[in-house]
């Protein structure tokens, strides 16, 4: 029986309970697990995140473990039928070995990609990292998380040296008395968030929503500011002008604790209310109550999420709400602060240890000399072996199968034909490879692309780590095994890795390569499959990184309801509480950085005269593999849709539930329309959870931030056509 597991008597049986985490959202809100007579049920389970309760998806979680799509084989490509058919794990590992050493012999080692997932557990998202780099030897490795989390994450590490999406407890929101969510809707992306929202209104507190839409969440707010899609930074800027010139910035603060302040003083002089409502259109007496509210609490919030972030200037508008936060005074004090919300399961952790591009484990710099060295004694290869940067995750999906680009991508725990941007495109990208391998429980529209589809354990048939959006580390107990024909993930990473030392299928593998222990043995001859090994081993390449795992064990995780990162010594604390000495800069102060509004990548025009938005609705996940179909979540959200005001409707002859077509420079795609006062006249919303000929992500922009890859999701040109 598992570590958290436990056996309870009752007549004739004998049912089996584990603690554990949702499979979904960064909450990871604490459930418990029962399985009798067959059946597994989700039970409350008393948690600080969610105190015992769930959303809809959460409850519904279990429903997934025996559902009749599930896959339990591993499935080939027949040349000659083109199908996808049942094959033999041996058959299906030869062939991705076989297609490995084909594409390597013949374009070189960066010609095979890995494309991981932020819902992967911190054990997986390191052996992948680590199976890229040492056993594949290649430098092409990222993440669906990149285009989630990049924005915010750049953002904060240039400010403040650091990147953890809350760098306090959850709680603290509950204590704030202004709360502003930019870009945020948690009473339909993580609903028991909310408790936390109603709690500090009760306290009397203020809560400020920035939404293009009336959403869910704003509906609850005090004062909503409603701009146009594009003009958070213009915002921002604003509101810190007129913090400015009421004499609320926390001078003292300032000037003892960060560097930088007068450039960003100097950039938002001009940044009049009036001028920002032009721009946003946010009225001036709205800009003026947010920046009162903020400016004369004492305690006081801001928080960003995809809204503002998913831009192609999101690390600039993440900037200019840390500046805004910095200037009051708020980031290390008690009740206050900055942080944004993280999407994805492990969005946290699955960007710490390895699989994003640019980073080795501990959140290390993959350049930096010193970081290359330690991981590489830990791996036992020689640092200037270690490859060196990849390519954000959309320039890497862009170049599949290019010339220049990977002929050859293993994909594991991601959607990219649903979630990517201009997805026609990517499919196309994904077509054109010579060997694409997905692993996963489900048929996704990615692995119905595959030449190898691989079946993989769901969350309650695996011991692991995740951490959630406050760095706290948890542990995801295993409630029973996999189904017969099913592996894990980590057990298909060995698997490979031995196959490709020993049967030397790829050019990288020599005789003196044989005696190098990649996945399998781990440091030290321990099983590579084994999760708690593989942390262990995290642990000791995360050690002395931003994102010290050092101190962080599995019973100290359960004996604590989770550790917060850093944790340098299983002796020593750990840090729910970032900031309150100093920043983790060199010099111990938070920087600001002047920071300019600039138009959206793509404008509106006669042709294409309206924006368009994305965004998430509550019963569905992400690409919507898993959640179309649990029956429950069907029913509540069984379609996609297209929100358009009624204004816009009447304009276009189109009534509430017509087809219509949204149309973009990249592609179009239909859904019934939603006639919604909630949505702008000028601007068209659609959930991206599904594919096919609904797929929202047709239309989308691939404009990327320069500096954290992050594509331009909410925002690009459109135009609405009837659909007779």
């Known amino acids: 029986m598992t570590d958290g597991a436990r056996a309870a008597t009752g007549p004739g049986r004998t049912p089996r309970e584990v603690a554990t985490h949702c499979p979904y959202c960064a909450l990871q809100c604490g459930m418990t697990l029962r399985e009798e007579a067959g059946r597994v049920a989700v039970l409350p389970r008393q948690f600080p995140t969610n105190r015992g309760g769930l959303c809809q998806k959460g409850w519904t979680a279990a429903e997934l473990l025996d559902h009749p799509d599930r896959l339990t084989t591993p499935l080939l490509r027949d040349p000659a039928s083109g199908e996808l058919r049942p094959a033999s794990w041996d058959a299906a590992l030869d062939r991705i070995v076989t297609g490995i050493g084909a594409v390597q012999s013949g374009h070189g080692r960066d010609a095979v990609a890995v494309f991981g997932g932020g819902g992967l557990t911190n054990e997986k998202a390191y052996a992948l990292g680590k199976f890229a780099r040492v056993a594949l030897r290649t430098k092409h490795i990222d993440y669906n998380g990149r285009f989630c989390m990049s924005s915010a994450a750049a953002a904060g590490m240039r400010a403040f040296g650091v990147d953890r999406g809350l760098p306090f407890p959850l709680a603290d929101l509950g204590r704030a008395d202004t709360l502003l969510l930019v870009g945020a809707n948690p009473a339909e992306t993580m609903p028991p968030l909310v408790r936390w929202l109603t709690e500090q209104r009760e306290r009397g507190g203020r809560l400020i929503v920035v939404d293009p839409r009336v959403t869910a969440t704003a509906r609850q707010a005090d004062l909503h500011l409603q701009p146009l899609p594009g003009t958070d930074l213009a915002v921002a800027n604003a509101l810190l002008h007129i913090a400015l010139t009421e004499g609320w910035v926390d001078r003292d603060y300032v000037a003892a604790r960060t560097t930088g302040f007068e450039a960003v003083r100097r950039g938002v002089a001009g940044w009049w209310?009036?001028?920002?409502?032009?721009?946003?259109?946010?009225?001036?007496a709205d800009l003026e109550a947010t920046a009162r509210a903020l400016g004369t609490a004492e305690r006081v919030i801001i928080l960003t999420a995809r809204g503002a972030e998913q831009h192609a200037k999101g690390v600039d508008t993440v900037t200019g709400f840390v500046n805004l936060a910095l200037a009051l005074g708020l980031p290390g004090r008690p009740g206050s602060g900055y942080g944004c919300l993280t999407g994805q399961g492990n969005g946290q952790g699955g960007r710490e240890h390895?699989?994003?591009?640019?980073?080795?484990p501990g959140y290390r710099k993959i350049d930096d000399p010193v970081a290359r060295e330690h991981v590489a004694g830990v791996w036992g290869v020689p640092a200037d072996e270690l490859p060196?940067?990849?390519?954000?995750?959309?320039?890497?999906?862009?170049?599949?199968?290019?010339?220049?680009?990977?002929?050859?991508?293993?994909?594991?725990?991601?959607?990219?034909?649903?979630?990517?941007?201009?997805?026609?495109?990517?499919?196309?990208?994904?077509?054109?490879?010579?060997?694409?391998?997905?692993?996963?429980?489900l048929l996704s529209e990615t692995a119905a692309l595959a030449d190898v589809v691989l079946p993989t354990a769901q969350w309650a048939e695996e011991d692991g780590t995740m951490t959630n959006l406050e760095?706290?580390?948890?542990?995801?107990?295993?409630?029973?095994?996999?189904?017969?024909?099913?592996?894990t993930d980590l057990a298909i990473l060995a698997d490979l890795t031995t196959r490709l030392r020993t049967l030397g299928r790829a050019p990288?593998?020599?005789?003196?390569?044989?005696?190098?222990?990649?996945?399998?043995?781990?440091?030290?001859?321990?099983?590579?499959?084994?999760?708690?090994?593989?942390f262990a081993e995290l642990r000791r390449a995360s050690a002395g990184g931003i994102a010290d795992y050092g101190g962080v064990s599995w019973e100290r995780i359960d004996e604590r309801d989770g550790v917060f990162w850093p944790c340098p010594t299983e002796d020593g604390p750990d840090t729910p509480r970032l900031f309150a000495d100093r920043f983790a800069t060199p010099d111990g102060r938070a920087r600001f950085h002047p920071v300019e509004h600039r138009p959206a990548a793509e404008e509106v025009c006669a042709e294409y005269p309206l924006h368009f938005t994305t965004g998430r609705v509550l019963a569905q996940?992400?690409?919507?593999?898993?959640?179309?179909?649990?029956?429950?979540?069907?029913?509540?959200?069984?379609?996609?849709?297209?929100?358009?005001?009624?204004?816009?409707?009447?304009?276009l002859g189109v009534g509430d539930g017509e087809p219509v077509r949204v149309v973009s420079r990249r592609g179009e795609f239909c859904a019934p329309a939603r006639l919604s006062t909630a949505i702008?006249?000028?601007?068209?919303?659609?959930?991206f959870h599904w594919g096919g000929a609904a797929r929202a992500n047709s239309v989308t922009n691939d404009a990327v931030d320069p500096v954290s890859g992050m594509p331009e999701f909410k925002i690009c040109a459109v135009r609405l056509e009837r659909v007779d």
């Open 273 to 284: 209310p009036a001028r920002a409502e032009a721009l946003s259109g946010v009225p001036v």
């Open 354 to 360: 390895g699989q994003k591009a640019d980073q080795l």
């Open 388 to 441: 060196g940067p990849g390519v954000p995750a959309y320039q890497l999906l862009d170049s599949l199968g290019t010339p220049a680009g990977p002929k050859a991508l293993l994909v594991f725990g991601s959607n990219p034909v649903v979630s990517a941007p201009r997805a026609a495109r990517i499919e196309g990208r994904l077509r054109d490879l010579d060997l694409l391998v997905v692993a996963d429980f």
């Open 471 to 487: 760095g706290r580390v948890l542990r995801r107990h295993a409630l029973r095994p996999p189904p017969a024909g099913v592996r």
């Open 508 to 534: 990288s593998y020599t005789e003196s390569d044989k005696k190098v222990p990649f996945l399998t043995p781990l440091q030290g001859g321990a099983d590579a499959s084994d999760p708690r090994v593989v």
């Open 621 to 651: 996940y992400q690409s919507g593999t898993q959640t179309r179909r649990v029956a429950a979540l069907r029913r509540a959200a069984p379609d996609a849709f297209v929100e358009l005001h009624p204004d816009l409707g009447a304009r």
């Open 680 to 687: 702008r006249p000028d601007t068209v919303f659609a959930p």
